[in-house]
Each structure stands twice: as structure tokens, then as C-alpha cells.
């Protein structure tokens, strides 16, 4: 839609504030032009209700909690990749083990054969 010549009066000429802030964290940042390391929990839009102000659930915001998880999968993916590293070996270990004793089975085989 394209904006007419003149003004609408009570809708188009008055310019009203954004009912809510925003959300997201990197979003809270770049609107109060905020470094990585400040806290962007004291800058939130709160908006007044009628007995008390709320504020949005901050959202990607990067806390200790969410680090540890971080951390602990991570752990948890090298740990598996390691007993996988392991149980691998175990299983070409045992796979040369089978493979010699097929070898010998049939090497039995053929000299009794021979033998008769």
C-alpha cells in the first residue's frame, strides 16, 4: 500500500512508541549499543502492568548454566568417540583372531586330504 498525500488525523499523523523491547539478546545490545561483556539483563524493556512490570524472557542469552551443558556434551561426544576407538580395536582383534583360525581349519582340511 502506498502512503497518501496528506495525513489521516489520529491514525498516520501522531507517531507512537513500540509497545514492546526486544527479545533477544545480541538485539538488546545493538538497540543500547552494549559491548559482549556487559549485562544485558539491566537493560531490558519493562513495561508497566497494572500492579507490577514485566519484562520478556531474555532469549540466546549466554549464561554459566549453558556453558556447563556445553561443556558436558562435548565431554560426553569425546567420551563416546574414545570407547568407540576402543571397541573398535577389540573388534579387529578378535576378527584377525577368527580369520587365522578359519585359515587353519581349511589348512587341516586340505592335509587330510592330501594324506588319503
Known sequence: AKKGEQEIPGLTDDQRP???GPKRASHI???F???KQDDVRKFVVRRETAKKKKAPKIQRLVTP???QRKRYYRS???KRMESGKVLKEQYQKRLSEFRQ???EARAAEVAKKKKA
Open 101 to 103: 583360525e578359519l585359515k
Open 18 to 20: 513500540r509497545r514492546l
Open 76 to 78: 560426553q561426544v569425546r
Open 65 to 67: 548454566a549453558m556453558l
Open 33 to 35: 549499543g552494549l559491548e
Open 29 to 31: 545490545r545493538k538497540l
